[in-house]
């Protein structure tokens, strides 16, 4: 994985907490900082020297795992390393240590993915890889405002994010849209603290991104169908770097939008139940671009990674038929079918309540975390094998069977 994931999760694993007492822990994350253009030439041939190195690794580590005779031999980073000793002084740009961290990913990367070589880094060409660049710790160094690496000044935007902070390793990394970011990894202190309500359930859906069982509400701002038609114009005209540029900035929006929410809920509440709804089985389904809008996988990470630093409960339970069961009788009196997705506001057959659908959907989640979890597998199976309830956008009305 060489565009590095924005944040890695706390490595403790959640406990049931004293609440008298908040506890203090450290996390890792990612500090991303944009690199000036003027550094942009220079990183992209350092860009192609780190290609050529793991392009190196993986060539000699196949011919290990492969060989014309005698046993095979699956290479570590560390025989790599030993391998590619002395080769920096054939490189211009990058040093020892970038060569070192190109192979242990190399040989990490290959493992995890149990294949004999992975994928070739291409440097020109339409299918050619994103430029990148680690580095260890030791070799950026701080210079006034700017950095040093490898002989050579780069100056980035908000330097002042930088004071005070201590980095472990970390690299440079491209973007789609060409621009070259300074990724650190950084270790913070954050504090566990204790929220003012005790409880809450998360319904994700199309027509909104997500709505608790408190009535309030992630706004579906349509990030991607706002900016829809102008990247399509962009296309049609020959721009492709514009249109990149608006993904980009429509990703950013949609970030931002699901990061507030979630501070928000793990702010405010001690237990965050969510549904089990599948994204990747609904990207399969015409409603795609609307599920991928949603970013409903991106939502219950943040929420997950927010819960463990604040030490929160996090739980998710399955959504078998919440929509259509009564939060506050257990009928199963509500809109069933395909007609019924359309449904937003249903009342009660047997109990006489008004519900709206997402609410009464995230009621039952919370309700459904609270029972012993034999209990909870029998209510799922009582409660039939009618369609599995996803709100459908506004307009379509074509039956979900896809989720499990
Ligand atoms: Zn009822």
């Not at 309030?216 to 962009?234: M, N, P, T, W």
């Not at 069961?325 to 079918?337: E, H, K, R, V, Y």
Request: net charge positive.
């Amino acid at each position: 994985m060489l565009g590095w994931r924005l944040l890695r999760r706390p490595r403790k694993a959640m406990q049931p907490q004293d609440p008298t007492r908040p506890r203090i822990h450290s996390v890792t994350r990612t500090l991303r900082l944009k690199v000036k253009t003027e550094s942009y030439a220079w990183l992209n041939t350092a860009a192609y020297e780190v290609n050529q190195v793991w392009n190196w690794s993986a060539e000699v580590s196949e011919k290990a795992a492969r060989p014309c005779t005698g046993e095979r031999k699956w290479l570590t980073g560390f025989d790599l390393n030993n391998l590619s000793a002395g080769a920096s002084e054939y490189f211009d740009k990058i040093g020892a240590d970038t060569i070192q961290r190109v192979n242990g990913e190399y040989a990490e990367q290959r493992r995890i993915a149990k294949r004999i070589r992975l994928r070739w880094r291409t440097s020109r060409g339409p299918r050619r890889s994103l430029g990148w660049v680690p580095f260890k710790a030791a070799s950026l160094k701080r210079k006034g405002r700017s950095l040093r690496f490898c002989g050579k000044t780069f100056r980035v935007f908000e330097p002042e994010r930088l004071e005070g902070v201590k980095w472990r390793q970390g690299e440079f990394a491209q973007d789609a849209v060409g621009d070259w970011w300074l990724c650190l990894r950084i270790k913070i202190q954050v504090e566990e603290s204790v929220a003012p309500l005790e409880k809450v359930g998360i319904d994700l859906g199309l027509t909104e991104v997500a709505v608790t069982s408190d009535d309030a509400r992630c706004e579906k701002s349509c990030f991607y169908r706002g900016i829809e038609q102008k990247i399509a114009q962009a296309q049609r005209r020959g721009h492709p770097r514009q249109a990149k540029f608006l993904h980009r900035r429509a990703a950013n929006r949609r970030k931002d939008a699901l990061h507030k929410f979630s501070r928000r809920i793990v702010n405010e509440y001690e237990k965050i139940v969510v549904g089990d709804v599948s994204s990747t089985q609904l990207v399969k389904t015409r409603m795609a671009k609307s599920v991928l809008d949603a970013g409903w996988g991106m939502l219950r990470t943040y929420l997950q990674y927010k819960s463990q630093q604040a030490g929160r409960t996090f739980q998710i339970v399955n959504e078998r038929n919440s929509s259509r069961i009564c939060s506050n009788c257990d009928a199963l009196t509500g809109p069933q079918g395909v007609n019924g997705l359309r449904v937003r506001r249903w009342t009660c057959a047997a109990c006489g309540v008004s519900h709206d659908r997402e609410v009464n959907a995230a009621r039952n989640h919370l309700r459904r975390a609270e029972l012993p979890a034999s209990v909870r597998k029998r209510v799922i199976v009582l409660a039939g094998s009618a369609e599995p309830s996803i709100p459908l956008a506004q307009g379509r009305t074509e039956p979900v069977r896809t989720v499990a």
